[in-house]
């Protein structure tokens, strides 16, 4: 090895103790002068190291999905060219994850299983584990509950095996968001809330609290204790300053659920306020299904103001936002608040062709991986 890609190496090193560390500002240097090195040098296989190191800091860190997809697929490309398995594997995999994030699901599922193979036959235990859970968030989104608990399982078996921290704190909050999307609302909380206990315990960082807080949140104002949605919401909040990793997934959630929350205590400005600045947080990242339902809230929002045309505008915009990227329960809930507001205008017989009747939400018959050693592992 000449003594550049030595320098090289230590660079990419620094990088991940500081990306360890959550220290986006000298993970970014390192890894920046890092590329400038390996792109002078013109080796291609350090190139992709570095591409994939700066697409991490840019999506996870700053949020930044759009921007971090380019170096992504660059990384891909020169990994294609080189043909080493694992590489190949890890940049298959990551570049997957963040169009599943912007809603590109076929995209996204296609990448994904293709690194799964290759991680299979590398050998790469720990790739395996990403592939389970971003191929399991996709097929929620997709409506194919049984595929993602499958999916979930999978990681359950890795985290247990491993006792890997990261996914031992996400794993029931994760699952508990299948229950959610199923209005099963019992389970939904049961496991948002040991999320929340799991997550405190095992990971030193507040994203899996965060999102299992949120969820926890949502199953509350569902269940119309609002006193108690509006707590877990606030105990949300409080972690949104300690650290920016992965900060904007589950902070553009909590938002509309304050605007949900608003909304149901008739705090009408408050909620349009929320919802609208869950669509800017969704609209910066381009987490379309997001989108969709910041839209959904903020035609809601107008419906009840008794701005009927313009909720049917942006009813209509959600709905067809929802049917671009294909998540049936996206277009289900917009098709359904779409009829109501036509109804209440007149349109009977528009409000009739716009009926979700014929889309299903069907509960599962697995079991959840909140059944599984995983979750309850100390």
Not at 238 to 244: F, G, N, R, T, Y
Not at 269 to 279: D, G, M, R, V
Not at 352 to 362: A, G, I, Q, V
Request: with cysteine; aromatic share 6%.
């Amino acid at each position: 090895m000449g003594v550049w890609q030595g320098e090289i190496d230590i660079l990419v090193g620094l990088n991940g103790v500081y990306n360890i560390a959550h220290r986006e500002e000298p993970a970014t240097t390192y890894s920046a002068q890092a590329l400038t090195l390996a792109r002078e040098l013109d080796d291609r296989a350090r190139v992709a190291v570095c591409l994939i190191q700066r697409a991490a800091i840019r999506s996870v860190a700053y949020g930044q999905i759009v921007e971090a997809t380019p170096d992504a697929e660059e990384a891909l490309q020169l990994a294609r060219e080189i043909g080493e398995p694992k590489s190949l594997a890890q940049t298959l995999l990551f570049l997957g994850s963040l169009l599943q994030w912007r809603a590109e699901f076929d995209r996204s599922l296609m990448y994904l299983r293709k690194g799964v193979e290759l991680a299979q036959c590398a050998h790469v235990g720990h790739l395996l584990g990403n592939a389970a859970f971003f191929i399991g968030n996709a097929s929620t989104a997709k409506g194919a509950y049984e595929e993602a608990l499958q999916w979930y399982q999978q990681l359950s078996d890795y985290a247990s095996a491993s006792r890997d921290p990261l996914w031992l704190a996400r794993l029931p909050n994760t699952v508990g968001g299948v229950h959610l999307e199923l209005f099963d609302l019992d389970e939904a909380l049961r496991l948002s809330l040991e999320g929340d206990e799991v997550a405190q315990r095992l990971y030193p960082w507040p994203e899996p609290r965060g999102h299992a807080l949120v969820k926890a949140g949502l199953v509350y104002l569902q269940q119309g204790e609002h006193g108690r949605a509006e707590a877990a919401f606030r105990g949300a909040e409080a972690l949104l300053e300690i650290d920016s990793w992965m900060r904007c997934r589950w902070h553009m959630v909590l938002l509309r659920g304050l605007g949900e929350l608003a909304l149901a205590e008739r705090r009408q400005e408050e909620a349009w306020a929320y919802a609208t600045q869950s669509l800017e947080l969704a609209t910066q990242s381009d987490a379309r299904k997001h989108m969709a339902r910041a839209q959904l809230l903020q035609g809601e929002v107008l419906m009840v103001q008794g701005r009927l045309a313009e909720a049917v505008q942006t009813l209509q915009a959600s709905v067809r936002l929802a049917e671009q990227i294909s998540t049936p329960r996206e277009i289900w809930l917009g098709k359904a608040a779409l009829g109501k507001a036509l109804l209440r205008l007149g349109r009977e017989q528009e409000a009739e062709h716009t009926s979700p009747r014929r889309l299903r939400l069907s509960k599962p018959s697995l079991p959840t991986c909140g059944h599984c050693p995983c979750v309850t592992a100390s």
